[in-house]
Every structure is written in structure tokens, then in C-alpha cells.
């Protein structure tokens, strides 16, 4: 499996950003796909993940600013970011789940600065 993200930038508080990741491969093996984020210093913490079944999962952290959605069709899964502020900066990094591996994507910066 294979993950293009996409759609980092930087972006003023308050602002909004959507991501992209786009899979690729063995597709049919993905059980979920979502998104984590790393800041400086810190260790990767969940985003939000969604399952083929469309059950979805949000950090509190992130919860009634964030909406993860899928397109099976394009085998995309999108990040919609509203409200950010600064501590949202971070390399988001795209994930596909599977029974026996996860995936991970080459990640984007997300800088949300005035």
C-alpha cells in the first residue's frame, strides 16, 4: 500500500486546511485509514481514523473542529481542519490500517501562524 498526502501549508489561527491522502496498492486490505500528527518534541497522537464501514474516531483534541470523511471510490481519505489554532502546527502523517501492517505517508506540514 501506498499513500500520497496533501494540502499542508500554513495557514492563519482561526483558518481552515483540508488533506488528502490517496492510497494505492493493496487497497483491499485497508480496514481504516486516518490521520496522525507529530509536532516538535512530541510523540505522533491519533487525528481521527475511519473504517471501511464508516465508523469514525476523533481525538478530543481535535473533536467538532475536524471532519474525516473517505471516498472508496477514489480510495481517499480527506482531513477537514476548521478553527485551528497554533498548537494544531504539526507533520500530519496519513495512515492505512491492515490486519497484519500499517501503512504510513511521507506526511505534510501543517503551520497555523500569524
Known amino acids: 500500500v501506498q499513500l500520497q498526502a496533501s494540502g499542508g501549508g500554513l495557514v492563519q489561527p482561526g483558518g481552515s486546511l483540508r488533506l488528502s491522502c490517496a492510497a494505492s496498492?493493496?487497497?483491499?486490505?485497508?480496514?481504516?485509514m486516518g490521520w496522525y500528527r507529530q509536532a516538535p518534541g512530541n510523540q505522533r497522537e491519533l487525528v481521527a481514523t475511519?473504517?471501511?464501514?464508516?465508523?469514525?474516531n476523533y481525538a478530543d483534541s481535535v473533536k467538532g473542529r475536524v471532519t474525516i470523511s473517505r471516498d472508496n471510490a477514489k480510495d481517499t481519505v480527506y482531513l477537514e481542519m476548521s478553527s485551528l489554532k497554533p498548537e494544531d502546527t504539526a507533520v500530519y502523517y496519513c495512515?492505512?490500517?491492515?490486519?497484519?501492517?500499517?501503512?504510513w505517508g511521507q506526511g505534510t506540514q501543517v503551520t497555523v501562524s500569524s
Open positions: 495512515i492505512a490500517e491492515a490486519p497484519w501492517n500499517d501503512y
Open positions: 496498492g493493496d487497497i483491499f486490505s485497508i480496514s481504516a
Open positions: 475511519i473504517t471501511s464501514g464508516g465508523r469514525i
